[in-house]
């Protein structure tokens, strides 16, 4: 409108110009119209962009509007049923869907608000019991922003419904008649015309297996790709679709696949929304609860990715639903209906497990997973598993059960909206006199070894193993009842869970207890002054900027940033970003199973793990993927004799998972390979080293690089990480075929100096369980010692070097500590 009153503007100065008493124009006159035609033009090319930006560019995405979207579907009476319906190209189908769009825009009458901003519904499809799916889209414009929370479920429903029964009074016989009908919030980007649009497809699933694929399988579709497969099976069968393949964009939000127990986008009836990409080990395969199923895709990202292929068939229903039984064997195993595939929608049943007169049942799942968004798994209002009047839902990644009596009843539900890949659960009868012969049976009725009682680790989960403990003469007793090594008083972590370790530590309650043991003032804490010697008192105040400390991270235009583990966190503290580049590492782009227990790791589960093989020896040791060009494992893999040290002699293994089968790991030679020059062979002290490639890695699902800590990183004692590798699996034993993961806790330096006869040096990080029993072993070594941190990224704590044994009673493994050789690691391969 600004556009339109300027150009009025200068037509005005225009007639005021060209009056007949200056015919013959001056210089000053021409100079004029010059600019007046350029500010034209330049009107006319601003009104131009904004037509542009308008009609074209913003005609997908809404944003001048608030466009929302309502789904559902319709029961019809007074209509028979024509098969011919089913096809959206048919005649029928339009004329039926158009007389069928106009009532529901005089239902929409009903409500004054809907009708002034309703723009139109949509037909999408029929189907037997005379079902009849749409959607209704309402537009609102940006002034009128703050009515948009108007536009909720319930005024739609509220709307339809009393439109239905103003209808129903005035109906005429002939009439098609709505007797019931749905409405969901759905997402403005799945409303499709089923008519004139691509990218939409109706299946017919039987008993063989058909394929699908998105559109450009493999080679990616395009962005903005807005795609639908309605899928029908005859009467009494369920749908199933197999997603043999599964990679789109990480980001739900805008890439996503979305599946409908419905033929309308209604998210009341929503089975699963996923993105990403799903390794073998965790395919995606779902059911519906009737014989329909819709699914969606959505793709707003530029990056391209391959897509989907899946395969669809039908499941007879009394196969997909039937589950429960009785149970009377004294052990066996049970799963949710067609796990692991997704369990269909609205299936109950029960399992009854019956064992002998006088014995229990302990019941154990190797696998839970029954979650939804939104739902409070307190709660558990939607799908759950009830036993013994608890319900249970979400994620678990251990659950372990004891019955009262020698019968345990199972039950299993699940809603009409949103599944998951279910339960296994494995059932055995016990003796209650002797529940864990010759082991200690914990609250949560797990078995552990008697050597994890009292050892100052929660070996059952809930602590149970570590009450009621005699402290020995080495333990301090917590405020709590547990015992803790006395080397753990006053380490500054709260190693009790309650603090008592950390009170009286020789500080007053109004003092500050530095790292190296001096009390100061409180107020010295973050005062922006280096009180304490070693800086401690001001190592995680974030706003004090410019004290550089020790712990500090130091930014490249040197400013120091004094936060915990600041680098890759995804938040920029430094100025110049600098903590914030070079973060592309740490990912695992696939989505992996998390099936509890088992040590066999999955494929891309680790995808920064390398194996080194020697000659004709095959592997000898591990080292991790730090670029696409270099590799950190330990000096000591290549210190055993002159050709070890030639790179010729070494082959490497990248996203490998089973050392018999190498066809699709990438195989790389080795240019370069730098130890470090203050390698100690009888200390192991600076068990480093780095390996240049001879030609890049390519990343990919199951080859990435894992994220270097900075020098200040913490890892703190009781910390879980995990060590990796294709090592033995126990002292003097085979080395394993498939790689092998090992969750391994940080053990405080002091306490391990004791446990190792002093001889850690400050190259070097213990990891392990001081009961035993979990470690790194032979053929680990050069590996890496991986930790999740909140950041969502993977960084390396460690590099797996040496041990007494492998896994034996205190003697954790021994790693060497990436963080003080991290200038050192930057300084040769510049990473
Ligand atoms: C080794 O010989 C080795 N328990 C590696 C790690 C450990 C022991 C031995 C730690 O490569």
């Not at 103003?166 to 997402?187: E, F, H, P, Y």
């Not at 940033?561 to 740490?586: F, L, P, T, Y």
């Amino acid at each position: 409108m600004d556009a339109a009153r300027y150009y009025n503007g200068n037509r005005d100065e225009r007639l005021d110009f060209i009056t007949n008493k200056e015919k013959k124009p001056s210089s000053r006159k021409y100079g004029i119209i010059i600019g007046v035609l350029v500010a034209v033009l330049i009107i006319a090319a601003v009104i131009g962009i904004l037509v542009w930006f308008f009609a074209f560019k913003e005609k997908d995405k809404p944003s001048s509007r608030s466009t929302r979207v309502f789904s559902g579907h319709m029961k019809l009476a007074q209509v028979k049923y024509d098969e011919k319906l089913e096809d959206t190209s048919s005649q029928e189908f339009q004329d039926f869907a158009e007389k069928l769009q106009e009532k529901l825009k005089t239902l929409y009458q009903t409500d004054p608000l809907l009708a002034k901003y309703y723009t139109k519904s949509v037909v999408t499809a029929f189907s037997e019991g005379v079902m009849a799916y749409y959607w209704s889209q309402f537009d609102i414009p940006a002034t009128d922003y703050e009515i948009v929370p108007e536009f909720s479920e319930e005024r739609i429903l509220d709307a339809l419904e009393s439109g239905i029964e103003q209808q129903s009074r005035a109906i005429q016989l002939s009439d098609v008649k709505i007797t019931n009908i749905t409405a969901s919030a759905t997402d403005w980007r799945m409303a499709r015309m089923p008519t004139a649009e691509e990218c939409f497809y109706r299946l017919e699933a039987e008993d063989v297996e058909k394929m699908f694929q998105s559109p450009g399988y493999p080679s990616g579709n395009d962005p903005n790709s807005r795609c639908q497969w309605q899928i029908r099976a005859s009467e009494e069968n369920t749908i199933t679709v197999n997603f043999l393949d599964f990679n789109i964009k990480d980001d739900c939000a805008n890439d996503f696949v979305s599946i409908f127990d419905s033929l309308s986008p209604d998210y009341s009836q929503a089975i699963t929304k996923q993105c990403g990409q799903r390794p073998p080990s965790n395919p995606l395969a779902v059911v519906s609860s009737g014989n329909i199923m819709l699914i969606n895709l959505i793709t707003d990202s530029s990056v391209q990715k391959p897509g989907f292929n899946a395969t669809y068939k039908i499941i007879p229903q009394t196969e997909a639903k039937t589950c429960g039984g009785i149970l009377s064997e004294s052990e066996g195993n049970f799963t949710s209906p067609l796990h692991p595939k997704f369990y269909p929608p609205a299936v109950d049943c029960t399992w009854t497990i019956k064992v002998p007169d006088g014995s229990k049942v302990r019941l154990k799942f190797n696998m839970f997973r029954m979650k939804e968004p939104g739902v409070d798994v307190n709660i558990c209002h939607k799908d759950y598993l009830e036993i013994m009047g608890k319900k249970y839902c979400g994620e678990m990644s251990s659950l372990s059960l004891t019955s009262d009596t020698n019968i345990l009843e199972v039950k299993f539900h699940s809603d009409e909206s949103y599944t998951d890949k279910g339960f296994n659960a494995e059932y055995t009868a016990y003796d209650p006199n002797n529940p864990c012969p010759k082991q200690f049976f914990c609250n949560t009725s797990i078995c552990i070894s008697n050597a994890l009682k009292c050892d100052g680790w929660n070996d059952c989960g809930d602590m149970s193993d570590e009450t009621d403990c005699k402290c020995d003469k080495h333990q301090f007793r917590c405020a709590n009842g547990l015992c803790k090594p006395d080397l753990w008083v006053c380490d500054t972590v709260d190693d009790c869970g309650d603090r008592s370790d950390e009170a009286q530590c020789g500080c007053e309650a109004n003092q500050w207890r530095c790292a190296n043991g001096d009390c100061l003032p409180q107020d010295v804490i973050c005062n922006g002054k280096k009180d304490c010697e070693d800086g401690s008192d001001e190592s995680s105040c974030e706003n004090a900027r410019g004290v550089c400390t020790i712990f500090s991270f130091k930014c490249a235009n040197q400013m120091c940033v004094n936060k915990v583990n600041a680098e890759c966190d995804r938040v920029m503290d430094c100025s110049d970003n600098s903590d914030e580049e070079h973060c592309d590492c740490g990912i695992r782009p696939y989505k992996l199973n998390r099936i509890v227990g088992g040590q066999d790791a999955e494929l891309g589960e680790w995808p920064w793990q390398v194996s080194l093989h020697f000659k004709t020896q095959g592997h000898v040791c591990g080292a991790s993927i730090i670029s696409n060009k270099w590799l950190l494992s330990a000096s000591h893999c290549f210190k055993y004799n002159a050709e070890y040290e030639d790179p010729a002699n070494w082959i490497t293994y990248s996203g490998l998972q089973n050392q018999l089968t190498f066809n699709t790991a990438q195989r790389r030679r080795v240019k370069r390979i730098i130890t470090h020059t203050g390698y100690n062979d009888i200390t192991y002290d600076y068990d480093i080293a780095l390996m240049e490639l001879m030609e890049p890695l390519e990343f990919s699902k199951t080859v990435q690089p894992i994220c270097l800590p900075a020098s200040t990183h913490i890892f703190p004692p009781g910390m879980s990480c995990w060590v990796t590798g294709w090592g033995t699996v126990r002292e003097q034993g085979l080395l394993a075929k498939t790689l092998q993961k090992a969750s391994v806790k940080m053990i405080n330096d002091t306490v391990c100096q004791k446990y190792l006869s002093n001889s850690l040096t400050t190259r070097m990080l213990c990891s392990g369980y001081l009961s035993g029993g979990i470690d790194a072993c032979q053929g680990d070594s050069g590996g890496p010692l991986s930790c999740f941190e909140e950041s969502g990224k993977w960084f390396q704590a460690g590099i797996v070097s040496w041990g007494e044994g492998c896994a034996r009673q205190n003697k954790p493994g021994v790693y060497t500590r990436v963080t003080s050789l991290r200038d050192w690691i930057k300084t040769y391969s510049g990473v």
